[in-house]
């Protein structure tokens, strides 16, 4: 790791007035090019900054410490019921908070699922949601692939178990945050702030971008912009939420799929509409309308359920190591189904 210099943001707009450059940009490099050693970076929770920059794939020349920013730990309920969770909000807060709990289910299950139980006390919900892709062409110093600003995505020809099924044009990887999978099910906002104290909401779906809008970038994150809450609205006592996950050994092992389900249910268990987001299975967290529409206007039971997960796969596309996905994904959209109907 090279060495940096350090500094301690007492406001978000100083942060943001400092750091200028986002991770993704200090990581683009032509082929043969050496990276940026001028890059001022955001720290928040620091453990995916700190991976990177021990394996040599960032070397910026300072980090912008967000911890002394008053105001973004904190989760307020505000008088219309709208949910604001400051984006340093650990995991494990998050999951034990009893709002999240009852109201955000789904979100509690995925932040209390993350990781292991040190890891969910130090990393934040921004940083969370603003992780790097954890495939292991991405994150090698030896592989300059394209979404650093090389030529081609090496999962295609290589070992790709592990790696998208859909949306994966010109880059297999899969996005790295559970909370991201049940906080898009949920219909959550983002909210972003820029140096001049201008902010920006945007709907959380819309914030993440496929490899197709912009192979070198999972999401919509501008120089000089800080992520500073993600914004829930008040949701109905008639929607449900559940989140699953499965792994391939039960630990803080990263999933191989996970689903997020919230259905608005009428008192005979009729679906009004639904929200099912598949995790690990895209670029971004993945949206199954077909299984959304399977759902909408029926009594939810163990058929409708089983033609909902047969409904989440379709059009998937797997690649050459990874369709053993398809069944498990199936699988994990009727049970999660079935949970948010039961409400357990």
């Known amino acids: 790791m090279n060495r940096f210099e350090w500094m301690n943001a007492q406001t978000v707009l100083q942060a943001a007035e400092a750091a200028a450059t986002t991770v993704a940009d200090a990581m683009i490099r032509r082929s043969g090019e050496p990276l940026t050693e001028n890059a001022i ?4 929770g620091g453990l995916d900054l700190l991976d990177l920059m021990k394996e040599n794939l960032v ?3 300072r980090l912008v410490n967000l911890r002394g920013a008053a105001g973004l730990d904190d ?3 505000e008088k219309n019921g709208t949910l604001r969770i400051g984006s340093l909000v650990t995991l494990a807060r998050l999951a034990e908070n009893p709002i999240v709990r009852q109201r955000y289910t789904a979100l509690a299950e995925a932040a209390g699922a993350s990781a292991s139980p040190q890891i969910r006390h130090v990393a934040t919900l921004g940083g969370n949601l603003l992780q790097r892709p954890r495939c292991w062409y991405f994150r090698s110093s030896h592989h300059h692939c394209a979404r650093k600003g090389g030529e081609s995505c090496y999962a295609f020809g290589g070992e790709n178990q592990y790696h998208a099924i859909f949306d994966h044009q ?3 990887i899969v996005h790295p945050s559970t909370a991201a999978t049940a906080l898009v099910a949920l219909g959550a906002r983002i909210e972003l702030t820029m140096a001049s104290d201008i902010k920006r ?3 959380l779906e819309e914030f993440f971008r496929l490899p197709e809008i912009d ?3 999972e999401n919509d994150l501008k120089p000089g912009e800080i992520v500073t809450a993600i914004v829930l609205l008040p949701m109905a006592a008639t929607i449900r939420s559940v989140h699953l996950k499965q792994g391939e050994k039960d630990s ?4 191989i799929a996970d689903v997020a389900v919230a259905l608005n249910l009428t008192p005979n268990g009729t679906c009004q509409n639904a929200s099912i987001v598949l995790g690990a299975a895209a670029p971004v967290p993945h949206r199954a309308k077909a299984a959304e529409a399977a759902l909408t206007g029926r009594q939810v039971n163990g058929e409708t359920a089983r033609v909902a997960g047969h409904a989440a796969i379709v059009g998937a596309a797997p690649l050459t ?3 053993y996905k398809l069944p498990i994904f199936e699988t994990l959209v009727r049970r999660a189904v079935l949970a948010a109907a039961r409400g357990t």
């Open 75 to 77: 989760i307020v309920e």
């Open 321 to 323: 190591r990874n369709a």
């Open 170 to 172: 010109g880059c297999a």
């Open 215 to 217: 192979i070198h970038r």
């Open 59 to 61: 070397t910026p020349r």
């Open 41 to 44: 970076l955001l720290k928040a």
């Open 252 to 255: 803080f092992d990263w999933p």
């Open 201 to 203: 909401e945007v709907l």
